[in-house]
């Protein structure tokens, strides 16, 4: 039974951090918006954003490998690091300004200072790592990167990982001070409470069903109640599908030409969890390693620092997994009814190039939890099984489509954002480095479906984030001034060491 219609200028689908995030940036650009945002679970930031279901990298491209690829001329290719972290200095810039303006409070809840760091075996490794610290450091982005092959150094940066090890082989790291750790599922709820207070109508333990658009081209999204088993019908101007690896399946619902030749690649991923407070002391770093030969990105294993709940936590992985659950609330049908006849022979294209990765995922599920040990103890050399327990993380759906370079079915490592022609409706699909990376994600969303307003809110976008419209790379001294302003607003430094500009 139908019992409500309503309108909104925006609808905002998932109470994660992308939604938030949106949703945070047109209140404060145009704050007389009606805003609805719709969650099937019943509190925020429940799934992809959850802390356990997150890296909380604040994926910077500070230590993950595979962000700068070696070319077959042995150049690094560091384009794509220099990309991330740019849109990571917007993120924390957006932050800053949420605190200082005391829209936020207690960043320390959401945000950790802590060091990344790369660490490789192997001379061949070793060669390759030496070259990336070369081509970085030099890079204010990448002001303050230490590189050492000196296993004495190493002990005093990673005790944990080097105390009784038998150093028989090459053996190099890169460590920078300037990393974080971000709880995204805190950040979120930071924003939505921020949200409910202006008015922003937040509706948990509501799915949404369907999407129509209406002849005047808004769009109708069909609600069901789940707490009195109602259906809703809610108009809108503009509506984002922030949902996760939800949002593909309602991306196809709305019938954009968009939406296909589009698919998605479930994947689920485990971890290691230490909270014992005597291994936990001997180690405050993200550290990661690099992929096996033949292994996918999203297996470069690392061993990382994370505070949850308070509680200082080791987490080492991620082991891979397979369900067909597109979130780890979903169904088991979700991967059979993406399949449409639009994108179905992209779907099979994408199983016949990707035959090792089902080889390697079929692996990764047979592991028993010694073995799970064993893999851990190439990090951590006398880790004891009983110290850790193997936890299952958040569903990713990896991205498939036609591309020019791939051809058909080829499966995306990264977050992708698709959107209707005409601007009405956009929704946001992938993985990492997605979190880390909303704030410029969505201006992106913006720029693409707001452009009549954008030169407008031009100078509430540069007071939110100074850096808008800029290329920092360009521009090394706003580099510096960003980087301490937001380490003074979010607590990323002692304010003696946060110099004057």
């Known amino acids: 039974m139908s019992n409500k219609h309503t309108t909104s200028d925006v609808i905002l689908i998932g109470a994660g951090i992308m939604s938030a995030t949106l949703g945070s940036l047109l209140k404060e650009l145009a704050p007389d918006w009606n805003i609805t945002i719709f969650e099937k679970l019943d509190h925020a930031g429940a799934e992809s954003s959850n802390v356990w279901n997150n890296a909380g990298t604040g994926h910077s491209a500070l230590c993950e490998l595979n962000y700068t690829p070696e070319q077959p001329d042995g150049s690094i290719d560091i384009s794509k690091a220099l990309n991330i972290n740019e849109k990571f200095q917007v993120s924390k810039q957006f932050w800053s300004y949420l605190v200082n303006s005391g829209l936020i409070e207690n960043p320390h ?33 990448f002001e303050g990167m230490e590189f050492s092959d000196d296993p004495e150094t190493l002990k005093e940066w990673i005790p944990l990982i080097m105390n009784d090890r038998t150093v028989d082989e090459s053996i ?37 069903d369907d999407l129509q658009r ?22 809108a101007k503009f509506v984002f599908i922030g949902a996760g690896g939800g949002a593909l399946p309602l991306l196809q619902k709305t019938g954009i030409p ?25 180690h405050t ?15 470069v294993p690392h061993l990382d620092t994370r505070y949850i709940d308070g509680q200082k936590t080791l987490l080492f992985g991620p082991f891979a997994g397979f369900s067909p659950k597109f979130l780890k609330t ?77 051809g058909k079915g080829t499966l995306q490592f990264g977050t992708e954002l698709v ?23 969505m201006f992106e969303v913006m720029e693409k479906c707001f452009p009549d307003q954008i030169d407008e809110w031009a100078p509430k976008i540069k007071e939110m984030v100074p850096s808008y ?6 521009h090394p001294e706003l580099i510096r001034k960003i980087r301490q302003t937001t380490a003074k607003a979010l607590g990323l430094a002692d304010e003696s060491e946060v110099k004057p500009v």
């Open 258 to 282: 968009e939406s296909e030749h589009v698919g998605g690649f479930p994947v689920s991923g485990q971890f290691l969890v230490c909270k014992n407070p005597e291994v936990t002391k001997e």
């Open 330 to 406: 979903g169904s088991n049908m979700d991967l059979l009814n993406s399949v449409k006849p639009n994108n179905v022979f992209t779907m099979l294209a994408a199983g016949a190039k990707n035959v090792p990765l089902t080889r390697y995922l079929v692996g990764q599920l047979m592991l028993s939890k010694e073995e799970h040990i064993q893999a851990l103890r190439e990090f951590v050399p006398d880790a004891q099984s009983a110290d850790w327990d193997l936890v299952t993380a958040g569903q990713r759906v990896q991205v498939i489509k036609d591309t020019k370079d791939g």
């Open 109 to 141: 809840d959401f945000i950790m200072p802590l060091p990344h760091m790369s660490l490789v075996h192997g001379e061949n490794n070793v060669r390759f790592l030496k070259k990336r610290f070369n081509a970085l450091s030099d890079n204010p982005l």
């Open 214 to 235: 209406t002849d005047d081209g808004s769009w109708e999204v069909k609600v069901r109640n789940f707490e009195d088993n109602t259906l809703e019908y809610h108009t």
């Open 419 to 441: 959107s209707g022609a005409n601007g009405t409706i956009a929704a946001l699909l992938g993985a990492s480095p997605g979190a880390s990376t909303a704030v410029s994600i």
């Open 285 to 299: 770093a993200k550290v990661y390693g690099k992929a096996e030969v033949g292994a996918p990105p999203m297996s």
């Open 172 to 208: 190099a790291a890169t460590k920078i001070d300037s990393g974080t750790d971000v709880n995204f599922g805190v950040l979120t709820r930071k924003l939505l409470d921020h949200l409910e207070k202006q008015h922003v109508n937040i509706r948990f333990n509501h799915t949404v």
């Open 469 to 474: 419209g800029q290329s920092l790379q360009a």
